[in-house]
Nanobody, 123 residues
Framework: QVQLVESGGGLVQAGDSLRLSCTVSGQKILWWYSMGWLRQAPGKEREFVACISRSGLRTLYSDSAKDRFTISRDNAENTVYLEMNTLRLEDTAVYYC???????????????WGQGTQVTVSS
C-alpha cells in the first residue's frame, strides 16, 4: 500500500508560476517508483505532463510542458515536485501525481495515483 498526496494547486493568473508537490508514504517509499505528473481538464481525457525515473536522471515532458515545467524529486523527503512557469489558460486542470515501475508518457502503466490538485489559470 502506498499513498500519494498532492498539494500546491490554486488559482493563478496567466504568466504566473506554481509549484506542485507530491508526497509518497506507505509500505513502499519514493525511491521504489518512477513518478509522473498527469492532468485532466474538464471534458478532456487525462494527459501526460512529465515523468522522472527512480534515480532522477531521466525525465520526459509533453510538448506543452517542455521548456516551461520542471519535474524533480527528493527521495530523502519522499516528495516529487512539478515547477510550472509561464502558466497558460490551457494549463487549467486537475493535476495528478502517479507512481509506476518505469517512466511512461502513457497513463496506463502507472499503478498508484493521488487524488489530484486543482490548478486554475485565469486571464
Amino acid at each position: 500500500q502506498v499513498q500519494l498526496v498532492e498539494s500546491g494547486g490554486g488559482l493563478v493568473q496567466a504568466g504566473d508560476s506554481l509549484r506542485l508537490s507530491c508526497t509518497v508514504s506507505g509500505q513502499k517509499i519514493l525511491w521504489w517508483y518512477s513518478m509522473g505528473w498527469l492532468r485532466q481538464a474538464p471534458g478532456k481525457e487525462r494527459e501526460f505532463v512529465a515523468c522522472i525515473s527512480r534515480s532522477g536522471l531521466r525525465t520526459l515532458y509533453s510538448d506543452s510542458a517542455k521548456d516551461r515545467f520542471t519535474i524533480s524529486r527528493d527521495n530523502a523527503e519522499n516528495t516529487v515536485y512539478l515547477e510550472m512557469n509561464t502558466l497558460r489558460l490551457e494549463d487549467t486542470a486537475v493535476y495528478y501525481c502517479a507512481a509506476g515501475t518505469d517512466i511512461s508518457s502513457l497513463p496506463e502503466p502507472y499503478e498508484e495515483w493521488g487524488q489530484g490538485t486543482q490548478v486554475t489559470v485565469s486571464s
